[in-house]
Each structure stands twice: as structure tokens, then as C-alpha cells.
């Protein structure tokens, strides 16, 4: 079993930054299949970010060159830096575990319970 905690939502303005963290504990041996998911009210989960278990890290086109995501292995956490926030990027932001390449659509077997980020002004 694996227990994600996710932390760092809030209400920020459009082009304001936040920063969420997810602490992973439980039989979780790497940072590397750790990623995030977003889903808006009305819309499809999506990935945003990920540190898949090949090595490499995923971003969606969306936020691509305002996010960034990074880990603590000695922690099992990882962050997800998002600057240069849009209303469209509203959402519940889910932590998820483990992320294979070729389910980065789906997400893993394991979720966090969500943190809420909300952008308007």
C-alpha cells in the first residue's frame, strides 16, 4: 500500500505561483512514478506533470514552461512549482503513484485525496 498526501492549494490571482507538495509513505521505493493530475469541474482528469518510472519527467502542453515538478527522494515528496497561473488552471491537483510511461493518460493505482487551486481575481 501506498498513502499520498497532497498540500500547498489555495487561491491565488492570475499570474500568481503556488506550490503543492506530495508526500508519498508506504512501499514506495523511488520518487521516480510519482506525478500530478488535475481535474476541473466538468472535464476529464488530465495529466500535468510527471516523474515517470522510466526516469523522465512528462509535462502537459498546457503548462509546459510555467510548471515545474521535482522530488526529495530522501523525502519521498514531490513538488510541483506552477507559475504564470491562469483561471484555466483550476482544478483539484491530484498526486498519483506509480506512473508508467505508457499509462500517463490514466495515472497509477494510488491517489491522493486532492488539494483544491483555485486562480481568479
Known amino acids: 500500500q501506498v498513502q499520498l498526501v497532497e498540500s500547498g492549494g489555495g487561491l491565488v490571482q492570475p499570474g500568481g505561483s503556488l506550490r503543492l507538495s506530495c508526500a508519498a509513505s508506504g512501499m514506495i521505493f523511488s520518487i521516480n512514478g510519482m506525478g500530478w493530475y488535475r481535474q476541473a469541474p466538468g472535464k476529464q482528469r488530465e495529466l500535468v506533470a510527471a516523474m515517470a518510472t522510466d526516469g523522465i519527467i512528462y509535462y502537459a502542453d498546457s503548462v509546459k514552461g510555467r510548471v515545474t515538478i521535482s522530488g526529495d527522494g530522501a523525502k519521498n515528496t514531490v513538488h510541483l512549482q506552477m507559475n504564470g497561473l491562469k483561471p484555466e488552471d483550476t482544478a483539484v491537483y491530484y498526486c498519483?503513484?506509480?506512473?508508467?510511461?505508457?499509462?500517463?493518460?490514466?495515472?497509477?493505482?494510488?491517489w491522493g485525496q486532492g488539494t483544491q487551486v483555485t486562480v481568479s481575481s
Open positions: 498519483s503513484y506509480p506512473i508508467y510511461v505508457g499509462m500517463l493518460n490514466q495515472g497509477g493505482r494510488y
